[in-house]
């Protein structure tokens, strides 16, 4: 019986990566003709948007009680350990485990892909990256990887404590990142998450500036799992339904966590970087989060730019590299907070009603009240 049950668990997980095979997903928040900010969206309207990065999922759905997974985001498709992209992480509330963080703030770059799973799996996160970074060709020599991992809790509908994700299924959501359409909600790491009281999951959005602006591009994925009072274009939708964070009283624990990854193909440095982390963080307060005290809320963002990538080997003591004026990085802030604002819609727009463990069951947000409500 067991063995049959693994069996299933693998067959979902492959049935439930990235893209667009196998899956068929609600309408996003655009769908429905929601159009959160000012700025354009790119043609993925996802991270993906960014040239260069690439997006898997993992998704493990087993029984009544496993619901979790992993997600993969890759800033380009080469050998990142060697190829490293400037990066920043800006913390909204540190109550997480997001490993890697200080070499990445000390250094400023991103030499791993970013892995986002559960609370518990994170080691496991960890020796994925390592299995997959140490047998890449060029790498034999490597004896040292600081891998980046985000998590956020998702025990209320999973069985975290039987620490289902393993290294292999990290493996398999690197080797399966593409670029293109990427599957939201209920996928890879938001399998098992909670947002706003409702079923949360996995989001993206992006947005392209125009050509006089320098044609950049901002991508933003999110895994959804934390609370507050829920606003959408700026109607206090939570407060209308009736669910939302001190509905009655103090009675209820919504603390949470998100996690936040940021994309841009703009030529900037960490410290702009950091910059444009802290501006995605004031998309997730345009949607009511409130970094409650139990929450993990981070932001990760890196730049694809190829000209400010990092060689691990240096041909020279300087290195020179393009630098956007910081006159200029204004309007990749807007893009970050839009973006944020629309993925965390999106993991909520598309995510589904779910049961999982000791019969746990949490609903999907009801669209069509939503809609009714931003009609009046």
């Not at 799973?117 to 600081?146: C, F, M, Y």
Request: charged letters at 20%; one cysteine or more; proline letters at 5%.
């Amino acid at each position: 019986m067991k063995k049959n049950r693994f069996i299933s668990g693998i067959i979902l997980c492959v049935l439930a990566v990235a893209g667009t095979s196998g899956y068929a997903q609600p309408k996003t928040a655009r769908e429905h003709g929601l159009s959160p900010g000012v700025m354009k969206p790119g043609t993925w309207n996802a991270i993906t948007d960014v040239p260069g990065v690439r997006v898997g999922h993992v998704t493990l759905r087993v029984g009544d009680s496993v619901r979790t997974g992993v997600t993969a985001i890759l800033p380009h498709a080469g050998n990142i350990f060697q190829d490293k992209v400037p990066a920043a992480v800006f913390t909204g509330n540190g109550f997480g485990k997001l490993a890697g963080v200080t070499q990445l703030q000390e250094l400023g770059s991103l030499e791993s892909p970013v892995i986002l799973t559960n609370t518990l799996s994170v080691a496991d996160g960890i020796r994925g990256v390592l299995d997959h970074t140490l047998a890449q060709p060029g790498n034999e020599k490597v004896q040292s990887v600081n891998a980046v991992v985000g998590e956020t809790n998702d025990g209320r509908l999973n069985d975290i404590r039987g620490r289902h994700v393993k290294p292999t299924h990290v493996v398999e959501a690197i080797r399966l990142a593409a670029s293109g359409i990427v599957a939201q909600g209920g996928v890879g790491a938001g399998t098992g998450t909670v947002c706003f009281g409702y079923k949360g999951g996995i989001g993206t959005s992006s947005r392209k500036l125009t050509a006089a602006l320098g044609g950049y591009t901002v991508g933003v994925l999110v895994q959804a799992n934390f609370g507050g009072v829920l606003q959408i274009e700026g109607v206090p939708v939570g407060e209308r339904l009736g669910n939302h964070y001190l509905r009655d009283q103090l009675k209820e624990k919504e603390d949470g966590s998100c996690m936040i990854v940021v994309a841009t193909d703009a030529p900037i440095d960490a410290r702009n970087l950091q910059r444009l982390a802290k501006r995605a963080f004031m998309g997730l307060a345009r949607t009511g989060g409130i970094a409650h005290h139990g929450s993990g809320d981070y932001v990760i963002a890196f730049s694809t730019d190829s000209a400010s990538r990092i060689p691990h080997q240096p041909a020279g003591p300087v290195r020179t590299v393009p630098m956007l004026h910081d006159d200029h990085v204004s309007p990749l802030f807007l893009a970050a907070i839009e973006a944020t604002e629309e993925a965390i819609l999106n993991a909520l727009f598309t995510a589904e009603t779910t049961t999982g463990k000791g019969g746990a069951r949490v609903e999907a947000l009801p669209v069509q009240k939503v809609l009714d409500h931003l009609k009046k």
